[in-house]
């Protein structure tokens, strides 16, 4: 395998879409066919098959070409073909970076609510350059300057909760915000051990938030609460053993319909040694053990998402003595005990990342899957490092440059591009679009031919150059 290879773009850009698509007749003229919104003479299906190849950018300015562009687009089986796509071409990958909380770090900085993006699919693995942008607050509520830290990320959504409690769902993409200001059943103390999840239930087709409680006052006792997007507002659960939670178990992470977090297996163990498994479909909840050994020096451990899956890694009080990295592979429930599976990930880490590296996260694959994207933290300087890790020599490519990211604790996710939206549309309340509402959001056909023509000159303007 070539170690230069890297991502290759297959999302499609808006004209290399209408070259595949063929002259769109965009004044109706074509022989070929009695089409009068100016689509092409191509079959239905090959058209959509083209389009969920598009980036979600591209996407967006479609919905103006037509009608019947602007119903396909909006419609959720397009949303979960074109997401269904991305998911199994590697395709259409953002990197988000965001402040936290996090236990191998003693620093205190802040990044005053700041949330930066980027693009992999435009990232050459061997420039060791990944672009950022800032995202906009979605809190309507935010308090400047407070730091508003992920729950999870699901379907191109991401979670988020802000100081007051209040959470939003955001999609990156397409810019829409979902608010939840206050839903929890009950008071909670701030002495109380909280953590939540977000993730999708694919049965009832529905999006969840779920959050585990432990009172201080009774800690024998564990709550769950689930609050149902699709049905706007909460049940309430109580396990039938409790789980200890304690100040540092930190959100859930998702993974083929069910939130997974660590928890302890009694309330005087210092590290977290148990995963517990909540199914979004059925509320069934199970445990099982984590596979390291959590006796000995280990002093922190850490899930989180990897390749449609799931992982937990440790650090150690020797600052970088071992690492390991498992990665889940399947889950089976009978009788309320989780039966888990789990695959060790090699990764050299001893000179590999930098003198001194005490943690390593795997965010991505490369599109050719030789090398892998990884967060590290290094506890003798406080520095958190990207690196593209090769698989075949076992080495890391870094540091990446992430120009204007602050410094400090930070917490890195992977967000794929998607239409996802809680205002979807089926395929018949697509076909049947207001004539209203279509005047609102599509520019007319000769105003998109002016577009066009424009283009065309600019490059042309450009080629002189």
């Known amino acids: 395998m070539n170690p230069s290879a890297d991502y290759h ?28 919104e100016g689509q092409s003479s191509f079959p239905l299906d090959v058209q959509e098959a083209v389009l969920t190849r598009c980036s979600v950018k591209t996407l967006l300015r479609f919905k103006s070409v037509s009608k019947s562009y602007y119903g396909l687009i909006k419609s959720k089986r397009f949303i979960t073909e074109h997401m269904k796509h991305s998911v199994e071409t590697n395709t259409n990958l953002n990197l988000i970076l965001n402040h936290t909380v996090c236990p191998v770090s003693e620093s205190e900085e802040s990044w005053y609510g700041q949330l930066f993006i980027g693009s992999l699919d435009t990232t050459n693995t061997l420039s060791l350059e990944i672009p950022l942008r800032k995202i906009d607050q979605p809190f309507t ?61 694919p049965v009832d087709d529905d999006y969840k938030l779920v959050r585990m409680i432990q009172r201080r006052g009774n800690i024998e006792r564990t709550e769950i609460r689930v609050y149902s997007f699709k049905e706007g507002y909460a ?50 909840i199970s445990s099982g053990k984590i596979p390291i050994d ?42 309320k005990k989780a039966t888990v599976s789990w695959e060790r990930l090699s990764f050299r880490k001893n000179g590999v990342f930098g003198d001194g590296c005490d943690f390593v996260k795997p965010l991505a694959y490369s599109k050719c899957e030789g090398k892998i994207l990884v967060d590290t933290y290094n506890g003798e300087n ?84």
């Open 9 to 36: 773009n297959t999302a499609k850009t808006e004209d290399q879409v209408l070259e595949e698509l063929g002259d769109i007749d965009l004044e109706g003229k074509n022989d070929k066919t009695e089409n009068v």
């Open 141 to 201: 509520d935010w308090e400047q300057g407070t730091d508003t830290p992920f729950i999870g990320s699901c379907n191109g959504l991401i979670a988020l909760r802000n100081s007051s409690g209040s959470i939003a769902v955001h999609n990156p993409s397409t810019k829409e915000n979902y608010h939840i200001t206050s839903f929890w059943l009950g008071e909670f103390d701030v002495k109380d051990d909280v953590c939540d999840g977000f993730g999708y239930n």
């Open 294 to 335: 959590t006796s000995g020096d280990v002093y922190a451990v850490f899930l989180f998402p990897f390749a449609g899956s799931i992982c937990v890694s440790c650090v150690d009080d020797g600052h970088g003595s071992f690492c390991q990295i498992w990665q889940l592979k399947d889950t089976v429930n009978d009788k």
């Open 382 to 465: 406080e520095a958190w490092n990207l690196y593209w890790y090769d698989q075949i020599d076992k080495l890391g490519h870094g540091p990446i440059s992430i120009n204007n990211v602050p410094k400090g604790p930070r917490d890195s996710a992977i967000c794929i591009e998607t239409l996802v939206s809680f205002r979807e549309i089926d395929d018949e309340e697509a076909e049947s679009s207001s004539e209203e509402e279509e005047k609102e959001v599509m520019l007319s056909l000769d105003e998109y031919e002016k577009r066009q023509k424009r283009r065309e000159v600019e490059e042309k303007d450009l080629t002189k150059g």
């Open 235 to 284: 049940l309430e659960y109580e396990t039938e053993k409790p789980f200890y939670l304690g100040s540092s178990c930190a959100d859930a992470c998702f993974s083929n319909g069910r939130l997974y977090w660590l928890v302890a297996s009694g309330p005087q163990e210092d590290v977290q040694d148990l995963i517990l498994s909540f199914d979004l479909s059925t509320a069934q």
